[in-house]
């Protein structure tokens, strides 16, 4: 060995624990990652591959042609990712100063509400969303006392509407929503605040410009995991949704159980897979997840 091969032979020898360390580290990740290929990546690729073959016809592109040469499915797309916006806003508007009064009450009492918030996960999706449907109903309880208090004449039309859609997955998504934000704003140090304090700052000073901005990670996991979760929703509605609030996961049910054309129903399932990553990435520009919580950190 010359002179000049020692430095090489000293940085290998250095090096050699941690390469082992990174062996044992992918050894151990192997079972997960076997598992993930054979529950989500093989019937991903399933999905994919029969998007684009058509029987007797061998592989074409004629189903996403079909997407995009029909309005109504166009339609039905952008109404998918309208209400998933919608609520995603309803729920953050409704779920932030929920959370934050969760993080600001004394620990005792703020597990006491916190209960109240996990309660909906032990009950059925179904039976909450039929709930909600007697409580709107025309003679349901809501409208009982409108009409009580005097603030409608008639029974308003609360149900089978985008009113009704918006209500249902807005409750049932609440709970993301606040637990996310809640989270991130229990890490929050109390000091922060009261230095503001005395500095001179209000409280609504020391809320918007210290509370606010460490509470953002909260707020830009919340809103994607709501919206992600909003884009795929089913149940509630086609519960509590009209003719004319379809969503495409019901459009995609209705080719599996009703026109058997798995094909199509895989075209609509992809294409919703792509806006979705192209809305995360386009969400992921504007609000820059990464050095949000690399601030957070």
Same mark, same amino acid.
């Given at each position: 060995?010359?002179?000049?091969d ?38 991903l ?28 499915y ?42 109240v ?5 032990f009950?059925?999706?179904i ?31 609360l ?20 637990l ?42 919340? *809103? ?8 795929g ?19 995609i ?5 009703? *026109? ?15 806006? *979705? ?15 949000v919580?690399?601030a957070?950190?």
């Amino acid at each position: 060995m010359t002179a000049a091969d020692a430095p090489v032979v000293l940085v290998d020898a250095a090096l050699a624990p941690e390469r082992r360390e990174a062996r044992r580290y992918l050894l151990m990740l192997l079972p997960a990652v076997i598992v993930l290929l054979a529950l989500f990546v093989y019937p991903l690729l399933g999905i994919a591959d029969r998007s684009v073959y058509k029987p007797r016809v061998g592989y074409t592109l004629d189903y996403y042609a079909q997407i995009w040469r029909v309005p109504v499915y166009l339609t039905v797309i952008w109404r998918t990712f309208q209400i998933s916006a919608l609520v995603t806003l309803l729920s953050l508007a409704l779920g932030y100063p929920l959370a934050y009064l969760l993080a600001t009450l004394r620990p005792r009492v703020a597990r006491l509400l916190m209960i109240v918030v996990i309660l909906p996960f032990f009950t059925s999706i179904i039976v909450r969303t039929y709930a909600w449907m007697v409580l709107l109903g025309s003679n349901g309880v809501v409208n009982q006392y409108l009409m009580w208090l005097g603030l409608a004449d008639a029974p308003l039309r609360l149900l089978y509407n985008k009113g009704g859609v918006l209500i249902g997955m807005t409750y049932v998504l609440l709970p993301y929503m606040v637990l996310t934000v809640y989270s991130v704003m229990r890490g929050i140090d109390s000091a922060f605040i009261r230095a503001a304090h005395s500095l001179g700052a209000s409280r609504w000073q020391a809320f918007r410009k210290v509370f606010l901005p460490l509470s953002l990670p909260g707020i830009a996991g919340g *809103t994607l995991l709501v919206f992600i979760l909003s884009l795929g929703f089913f149940i509630t509605p086609a519960l509590m949704g009209g003719p004319s609030d379809v969503m495409i996961a019901m459009l995609i049910e209705r080719e599996v159980e009703y *026109t058997l054309n798995w094909s199509f129903a895989s075209a609509l399932a992809v294409i919703l897979l792509v806006l *979705t990553l192209i809305g995360f990435l386009g969400y992921n520009r504007i609000v820059r997840l990464e050095r949000v919580f690399e601030a957070r950190g």
